[in-house]
C-alpha cells in the first residue's frame, strides 16, 4: 500500500466511517472501482452506500429506459420527466449519484455486458450484478475469476418481500485482530456456477427454502427465455411442473419448495422500499468489507424474507473430499 | 413507500441539530451546499422531491418536557405512529414515557458503527422500551474523576467539565447576573446554599480578581490557571494524603486503581506547556471579547509573554477537606453562614459591577468539537494530557481526544440503511393494524460479522390484583371531580388500601403526616392546584396521579397511574 495520505476534505467529510473501519481501509476504499449491472431499488440502495463511503469510482450499466415500476422502488430517479426524458436508467441514476459525493467518480458503460471482455472486468475490484439472467450470471463470474488479480463477484436480486446475495471472493486472504492478536484467515469460494450445481440432496436439511425457490425459477426464466422478472402468476403451473422435474432429479421432498413461496416470487417482481434499504445496507458493507479487508466476509448467500422477518447466512459450497 | 402522501396525511419530523460535514458520509439527503442549515428543514424538501405527494411538517425543538407547548395533548393524540432516531437513551425514555400516556406505537433504533438495533413498541402488545433496559454505562464516580483518576477517559471527562466549567457556565452566570442584577441577588438570597455560594464566587472572581481586559490578562489567566490545576492542586492533595498515607483500616491509601500524582514543573521550553497556554488565552480572550493579536501563534514571542507572568507562591494548606467517598456526588460544601458570605459576595459584586462599562457582557463559549480551527479540542486535549502527565497516564492525540470527550458515535451509512428498512418494514405492519405481537420483529445485526438475529417482541408484564389485571399500558379513569377520600374510597373498594398520592413530583397526601387529614375532603384537582401553585394546564380536564397502595396483606401494589377527571 503507498502511504498516500488522506486529504483534509476526506479526513473531514469520513470521520465517522473512519472510526469504525480504520484511516487504512478509507484509503483502500478511495482507489476502489466497482462495476454495476443492473439499476433497480436495491442496486440503487447499495450504489448511494458505497458512494457516501468514498470507493474511487462507480461504473453502471443498464440501457433500459426509465418506466413507472422504477420510480416506484428506485430513490435516485425523481419523478420528473424532464430529468429523466431520453435517458437510459443508468445516466439518471449516474446524476444522481454524482451529487452524494463529489469526490467520486461516477460513470455510465453502454452496450451488452455478456459481450464485454475480459479486459475489461480487469478494471474493476468488484463486479455487482442484478436483474441478470443464469447464462449470463455464469459468464461473467467466468470471466471475472479467470483474472489473476481478485475481482469481487457479487450477485443481488429482491423479488416483492424477499431478497437474495451471492457473493465470490475466489481464494480470499485476510487477517484479523482477536484480542490482542493478529489472526490469519483463508476462505475459498466457489462460482456462482459451481455454487448452485451442489446436488440439493448434499445440502443441509434446513437449507432455506428461498434458496431452492430462487434456483427454481431461475431455471424456468432461462428454459423459457425470460428477462429476469418477466414472470406472472400465469407461469405458476409451469413452475410447479418444473420444481417437480428438479425434485425428482434431485431426490428430494417437493414441500421443501412451498407453492406459496414460488406464487410470492412468481407475482412480486416489483421491490419494496424497505427490502432495498436492508439488502442495499448489507451489500454495501459486504463490498466495503471485501475492499478494505477489514472484517468477515458473507459466505457465501444471504437470504431475507419480509414475511418472517428473518435473515439467514447458508454457506453452499461441495463438501471438501474425505480423506 | 407513499407514507404519509394521502391528503389526509401528515409527517412531522423534528430535530435541533444543523448540518455539519461530517454527517454527509450518510445523511444523503443533504449536501455540501446545506452545510450550516437545519437538518429537519432540509430533510423535509430533498424528501418532498423525491415524492411531490409527500405531506410534511419540518420543526427544530427537541421533544421533551421543556417543549410540552409544543409537542402538547392534542398534537400527540392526533398522531399515528412515532419513529424515533434518537441519540441519547434519556430522550428516548422520555418520548417511551409519551407513547406509554398516549397509547401510541414506537417504532426505535439505534445504530453503532456496523451494528444496528430496531425495537417496537406496540400498545397493550409489547414490552415498552423503558422496560428493559441496557446496563447503564458506568460513569466514573465523583472523586474519581476530581481527585483520583487512573485512565485518559477520567482525565478527558475532567478536562471537558473544566472547559464547559470556565469558558460556558461561568460567563453565561456573570450575564445572567449582569442582565438582572436585583433579581438574580434576590434569588441568591432565597437560595441561601453552596451553590448559591460558588456561584457568586466564580462571578466575582471573573469581574475582579482575575477579570481581563487586555490579551496579556489572558496570558496570565492561563498560565494561573495551568499552576492551580497542575502544580498547587497536586501539592495540596499529596499533603492531604502523603504517598504513605494509610486509610482507616491500616491498608495504603494510594492503592490500585489510585495513581500517586506529582506535580508539573511549568516550562517555556516544553512545547505542550506552551500549547496549553496559547489555546487557555485565546479562548479566555474571547469571553471578554479581547482580540487575539499575531505574535500568540509566535512560539518565542508567546514564551516571552508568559515568562513576564508573576506566579505566586504555594502552600499546600492543613484541614482541607477532599472528597474520597465515591457515592458522593457533589463537591459542594455547605456551611452555616452561606447566608452572610453571600450577602457579602453580593456587595462586592455590585461595588464591580458600577466598575464596568455599560452594557458589559461575556461571550459563552459552546464546546464545538468538529471546527479545527476554534481550540476548543486542543484546550480539551491539553488539559487531559497534562492531568495524564501528573498520573503518569499515558497521554492521547487529538483525534483519539476528539473521539472520547466529543461522545462521538461511529456511524456508516449501510447499517443506517439496514435500520431504516427494518423499521418500515415493521411500519407496514403497524399501519395495517390488527397484527399480533407474534408478527412483529425486533433485529439486531452485526454486518461486520455479519451477524442477523431477529426476535418477536417480548409481551408487557401482566399485574393482577383479585379480579383486575394490567400492563405498563393502562390507566384508571376516576370521573366526577372526586375529593380525596372519595378516590381512597373508590380504590378500596377495589381491596387496595392507598397510603400515598402524588401528582408529578408533588405529594398530594400521604396517610403518614397528620396534617394531610384537613385534605381528605378537598377536591383532588383542588389539592393539586394549591400544592403544584398554578401547575395545571388550562386545555386539560383530568389530572394524572400516581397512587402508592398495600393490599390487605401489607403487600405493595404497583397500579397504573389514574386520570381524575374535573
Not at chain 2, 407513499?2 to 444523503?28: A, H, M, Y
Not at chain 2, 446496563?135 to 472523586?143: D, G
Not at chain 2, 478527558?156 to 464547559?164: G, I, N, V, Y
Not at chain 2, 491500616?250 to 489555546?279: N, V, Y
Request: charged letters at 25%; a negative charge; hydrophobic letters at 40%.
Amino acid at each position: 500500500m503507498n502511504g498516500e495520505e488522506l486529504t483534509e476534505q476526506e479526513t473531514a467529510l469520513y470521520d465517522r466511517q473512519i472510526r469504525v473501519w480504520g484511516a487504512d481501509a478509507q484509503r483502500r476504499l478511495s482507489k476502489s472501482h466497482i462495476l454495476v449491472y443492473g439499476m433497480k431499488g436495491t442496486v440503487a440502495e447499495f450504489c448511494k452506500n458505497i458512494v457516501l463511503a468514498g470507493v474511487g469510482s462507480v461504473t453502471l450499466v443498464d440501457d433500459r429506459e426509465v418506466t413507472e415500476e422504477a420510480l416506484s422502488a428506485n430513490f435516485l430517479i425523481l419523478p420528473d420527466e424532464n430529468l429523466y426524458h431520453g435517458k437510459t436508467l443508468a445516466e439518471v441514476c449516474c446524476d444522481s449519484l454524482k451529487e452524494f459525493n463529489p469526490m467520486v467518480h461516477v460513470s455510465v458503460e453502454k452496450g451488452d455486458i455478456s459481450t464485454f471482455g475480459v479486459e475489461f472486468f480487469g478494471k474493476f475490484d468488484a463486479v455487482v450484478v442484478s436483474c441478470c439472467s443464469l447464462a449470463k450470471k455464469k459468464l461473467i463470474n467466468q470471466k471475472c475469476r479467470k483474472l489473476p488479480k481478485r475481482v469481487a463477484f457479487y450477485t443481488v436480486d429482491c423479488r416483492g418481500s424477499c431478497g437474495e446475495i451471492f457473493v465470490d471472493l475466489k481464494d480470499y486472504k485476510y487477517s484479523k485482530k482477536k484480542l490482542e492478536e493478529t489472526v490469519e484467515c483463508q476462505l475459498e469460494f466457489p462460482s456462482f456456477e459451481d455454487t448452485i450445481s451442489v446436488p440439493w440432496k448434499a445440502l443441509p436439511k434446513r437449507v432455506s427454502k428461498l434458496y431452492l425457490a430462487m434456483r427454481v425459477i431461475e431455471q424456468f426464466e432461462d428454459a423459457e427465455g425470460r428477462n429476469p422478472g418477466e414472470t406472472s402468476i400465469a407461469d405458476l403451473p409451469g413452475v410447479l411442473k418444473l420444481r417437480k422435474e428438479l425434485c425428482e432429479t434431485n431426490s428430494v421432498n417437493e414441500s421443501q419448495i412451498p407453492d406459496a413461496l414460488l406464487e410470492r416470487l412468481l407475482i412480486g417482481t416489483s421491490e419494496y422500499p424497505p427490502v432495498c434499504a436492508i439488502i442495499g445496507g448489507i451489500l454495501g458493507q459486504e463490498v466495503i468489507k471485501a475492499i478494505s479487508g477489514k472484517g468477515d466476509p458473507l459466505k457465501n448467500f444471504f437470504f431475507f424474507d419480509a414475511m418472517d422477518g428473518k435473515g439467514l447466512i447458508e454457506d453452499i459450497s461441495e463438501p471438501k473430499p474425505v480423506s | 413507500m407513499g407514507v404519509s402522501c394521502g391528503s389526509q396525511g401528515k409527517l412531522t419530523i423534528t430535530d435541533d441539530d444543523v448540518i455539519e460535514k461530517s454527517n454527509l458520509s450518510r445523511q444523503f439527503l443533504f449536501r455540501d451546499w446545506n452545510i450550516g442549515q437545519a437538518k429537519s428543514t432540509v430533510a423535509a424538501s430533498a424528501a418532498v422531491s423525491i415524492n411531490p405527494q409527500l405531506k410534511i411538517e419540518a420543526l427544530q425543538n427537541r421533544v421533551g418536557p421543556e417543549t410540552e407547548c409544543v409537542f402538547h395533548d392534542d398534537f400527540w393524540e392526533n398522531l399515528t405512529v412515532v419513529i424515533s432516531a434518537l441519540d441519547n437513551v434519556n430522550a428516548r425514555l422520555y418520548v417511551d414515557q409519551r407513547c406509554l400516556y398516549f397509547q401510541k406505537p414506537l417504532l426505535e433504533s439505534g445504530t453503532l458503527g456496523a451494528k444496528c438495533n430496531t425495537q417496537m413498541v406496540i400498545p397493550h402488545l409489547t414490552e415498552n422500551y423503558g422496560a428493559s433496559r441496557d446496563p447503564t454505562e458506568k460513569q466514573a464516580p465523583m472523586c474519581t474523576v476530581h481527585s483520583f483518576p487512573h485512565n485518559i477517559d477520567h482525565c478527558l471527562t475532567w478536562a471537558r467539565s473544566e472547559f464547559e466549567g470556565l469558558l460556558e457556565k461561568t460567563p453565561a452566570e456573570v450575564n445572567a447576573y449582569l442582565s438582572n442584577p436585583s433579581e438574580y441577588a434576590t434569588a441568591m438570597r432565597n437560595a441561601a446554599d453552596a451553590q448559591a455560594k460558588d456561584n457568586l464566587e466564580r462571578i466575582l472572581q471573573c469581574l475582579e480578581q482575575e477579570k481581563c481586559e487586555t490579551f496579556q490578562d489572558c496570558v496570565t489567566w492561563a498560565r494561573l490557571r495551568f499552576e492551580d490545576y497542575f502544580v498547587n492542586r497536586v501539592k495540596q492533595l499529596t499533603f492531604t494524603f502523603p504517598e504513605d498515607a494509610t486509610t482507616s483500616t491500616g491498608a495504603p491509601f494510594w492503592s490500585a486503581p489510585k495513581r500517586f500524582p506529582r506535580p508539573l514543573q511549568f516550562s517555556t521550553t516544553d512545547p505542550s506547556h506552551l500549547q496549553f497556554i496559547m489555546a487557555a488565552s485565546i479562548l479566555r480572550a474571547e469571553t471578554f471579547g479581547i482580540p487575539v493579536p499575531d505574535w500568540v501563534k509566535n512560539t518565542k514571542m508567546l514564551a516571552k509573554a508568559v515568562e513576564k507572568v508573576i506566579v505566586p507562591d504555594f502552600q499546600p494548606k492543613e484541614g482541607v477537606k477532599i472528597e474520597t467517598d465515591e457515592k458522593a456526588t457533589s463537591l459542594s460544601t455547605g456551611s452555616v453562614d452561606d447566608a452572610a458570605v453571600i450577602n457579602e459576595l453580593l456587595f462586592k459584586l455590585e461595588r464591580c459591577r458600577n466598575n464596568l462599562p455599560s452594557g458589559f457582557r461575556m461571550k459563552p463559549i459552546q464546546f464545538e468539537k468538529d471546527d479545527d480551527t476554534n481550540y476548543h479540542m486542543d484546550l480539551i486535549a491539553g488539559l487531559a494530557n497534562m492531568r495524564a502527565r501528573n498520573y503518569s497516564i499515558p497521554e492521547v492525540d487529538k483525534l483519539k481526544a476528539k473521539f472520547i470527550a466529543g461522545r462521538i458515535i461511529p456511524a456508516i451509512a449501510t447499517s443506517t440503511a439496514m435500520a431504516t428498512g427494518l423499521v418500515c418494514l415493521e411500519l407496514y405492519k403497524v399501519l395495517d393494524g390488527a397484527h399480533k405481537v407474534e408478527d412483529y420483529r425486533n433485529t439486531f445485526a452485526n454486518l461486520a460479522l455479519p451477524l442477523f438475529s431477529m426476535a418477536e417482541p417480548v409481551p408487557p408484564k401482566v399485574m393482577k390484583h383479585r379480579d383486575m389485571s394490567w400492563t405498563v399500558w393502562d390507566r384508571w379513569i376516576l370521573r366526577g371531580n372526586p375529593t380525596v377520600r372519595e378516590l381512597i374510597q373508590w380504590l378500596k373498594d377495589k381491596g387496595l388500601n392507598a397510603y400515598s398520592i402524588s401528582y408529578g413530583s408533588c405529594l398530594l397526601f400521604s396517610n403518614m403526616f397528620p396534617r394531610h387529614k384537613e385534605r381528605l375532603d378537598k377536591k383532588v384537582v383542588d389539592v393539586a392546584r394549591e400544592i403544584a401553585k398554578g401547575d395545571l394546564p388550562p386545555y386539560r380536564s383530568h389530572l394524572d396521579v400516581v397512587v402508592a397502595c398495600e393490599d390487605d396483606e401489607d403487600n405493595d401494589i404497583n397500579i397504573p397511574q389514574i386520570s381524575v377527571y374535573y
